[in-house]
């Protein structure tokens, strides 16, 4: 493939010792291999009616979230009055970029499109919350008319109905993901992190609900200080709970995930799996929302003994599956390092982020922020295709493998003349120097010709 026209970058500072200045392409979106069919549908350029257009698409979402959002913050402050609006809305906003980086950084391995995790964001705090507030609404006044005991109503709104409305209005952001942006939606962290963004919206714009209420009321009454409803709200939601919707909502995005592994001839249970998440995610919420009728110390025991544990045994499972993946690239990458693809150290510097960080800084010392940002784009195209194959193998790939599989290498072998040094050098750095295993036989793989 040849790049004659390339821009070259000089380097900043003078480089270590090695392979010459490598040249920053400029690059094909479209591979040129033969072994790609023509049929294939690269995504590139919209093609056919208007409405399949990326950018009609984008604006018609961008317009629905613009009005939810309208209209949900209409109401939140009609409620809470305008100076309750301001004060729970800066003190919802503290728990919110702690969250979403967390959830970017299980995320770090093969890392989502930044516009996939805003809309799910968006879609919680603004879609999610709106059906929830409308539909909690009209049928705690439902309850509360047929049964004439608005207590009651109250308390079964809270523990009955609000899980269900509110867990199946977040679940459909991860829905809407899983089925239109599949190809970035492969495995659990990915039903985790969607889950997670969707939860933290929703609960942001929840905490504006009740911070600015608890507000209101203490200027109703003149409490203040530690003794105010609101600090006891913001103790409780913001210091205590901020990951409780997170953790409601994330046994959906698992149960999703799951489904995403699974091989297509399992029809039925690639559709149970999401449903039982679901049921799960409604489950949880009852309970922490049904803590309160247990007595006194019903709060503090399901807080204790569940929710905690809860939280320790999902962050391990995540952790665990991000450990999984980085052991995915350097299993399956090999395969591509025998048929010339790859230098033979890349796949273990590609599984280890450490390794990863050191090539991109080496690449940026050396030539510029350019080339820094082609070796971090070799590494995302790379881990794609450890995934594609893994996948493959397991009979869960799209029908387009082949040519997704091409797609991959053309755009990694784009950049290699960047990142292949780059990560040669981390790879020595940190020690992770390969060595073929002898159980395994890459003799002569080579899915396709260069």
């Known amino acids: 493939m040849s790049d004659s026209h390339a821009p070259r970058f000089a380097p900043r500072t003078p480089p270590p010792a090695g392979p010459a200045q490598p040249a920053i392409p400029a690059y094909d979106p479209r591979p040129s291999f033969d072994a790609v069919p023509d049929r294939a549908r690269w995504r590139y350029k919209p093609r056919g009616a208007f409405w399949r257009s990326k950018v009609?698409?984008?604006?018609?979402?961008?317009?629905?979230?613009?009005?939810?959002?309208?209209?949900i913050l209409a109401l939140v402050r009609e409620q809470t009055g305008t100076t309750g609006f301001l004060v729970g809305l800066g003190l919802a906003l503290l728990?919110?970029?702690?969250?979403?980086?967390?959830?970017?950084?299980?995320?770090?391995?093969?890392?989502?499109?930044?516009?996939?995790?805003?809309?799910?964001?968006?879609?919680?705090?603004?879609?999610?919350?709106?059906?929830?507030?409308?539909?909690?609404?009209?049928?705690?006044?439902?309850?509360a008319t047929a049964t004439a005991d608005p207590t009651s109503a109250d308390t079964l709104g809270a523990t009955v109905v609000a899980p269900v409305v509110e867990e199946s209005a977040k679940a459909a952001a991860i829905l809407l993901i899983f089925l239109f942006r599949r190809r970035d939606f492969t495995g659990l962290v990915d039903g985790v992190v969607v889950a997670g963004f969707?939860?933290?919206?929703?609960?942001f714009t929840e905490n504006i609900?009740?911070?600015?209420?608890?507000?209101?009321?203490?200027?109703?009454?003149?409490?203040?200080?530690?003794?105010?409803?609101t600090a006891a709200t913001f103790f409780v939601r913001v210091v205590m709970s901020p990951f409780a919707h997170p953790l409601f909502t994330v046994l959906t995005g698992i149960g999703f995930g799951v489904a995403a592994m699974t091989a297509r001839r399992r029809g039925v249970l690639r559709t149970l799996l999401p449903l039982l998440g679901l049921v799960l995610a409604m489950g949880v919420h009852a309970l922490w929302n049904g803590s309160t009728t247990f007595g006194p110390w019903g709060f503090i025991l399901v807080?204790?003994?569940?929710?905690?544990?809860?939280?320790?045994?999902?962050?391990?499972?995540?952790?665990?599956?991000?450990?999984?993946?980085?052991?995915?690239?350097?299993?399956?990458?090999p395969a591509y390092a025998a048929a010339g693809w790859l230098s033979a150290d890349e796949p273990l510097a590609l599984s280890s982020m450490r390794a990863r960080s050191l090539a991109r800084s080496y690449a940026a010392r050396a030539f510029g922020p350019a080339a820094a940002r082609s070796v971090g784009e070799y590494e995302a195209f790379a881990t794609s295709l450890a995934f594609l194959r893994y996948r493959a193998r397991r009979g869960v790939a799209d029908r387009d493998f082949t040519a997704r599989e091409q797609e991959l290498l053309h755009h990694m072998w784009q950049r290699k003349e960047v990142a292949a040094p780059a990560l040669t050098f981390a790879a020595r750095a940190t020690g992770r120097v390969w060595t073929p295993p002898p159980h395994r036989d890459?003799?002569?793989?080579?899915?396709y010709r260069r």
């Open 56 to 71: 009609v698409r984008a604006s018609a979402v961008s317009l629905v979230l613009a009005l939810c959002a309208l209209v």
């Open 95 to 143: 728990p919110v970029p702690l969250l979403m980086a967390a959830f970017r950084w299980l995320d770090r391995v093969e890392p989502g499109p930044w516009k996939n995790l805003l809309f799910a964001f968006a879609w919680g705090a603004f879609a999610a919350a709106l059906v929830a507030i409308l539909a909690n609404t009209f049928a705690t006044r439902w309850i």
């Open 198 to 203: 969707t939860a933290t919206g929703f609960a």
């Open 209 to 229: 609900l009740y911070l600015g209420s608890a507000f209101g009321e203490d200027q109703e009454f003149g409490t203040s200080g530690f003794a105010s409803v």
């Open 303 to 333: 807080y204790g003994a569940f929710m905690l544990p809860a939280l320790g045994l999902l962050t391990w499972l995540a952790i665990w599956t991000r450990q999984r993946e980085l052991r995915t690239v350097s299993g399956e990458l």
């Open 442 to 447: 890459y003799a002569g793989y080579n899915p």
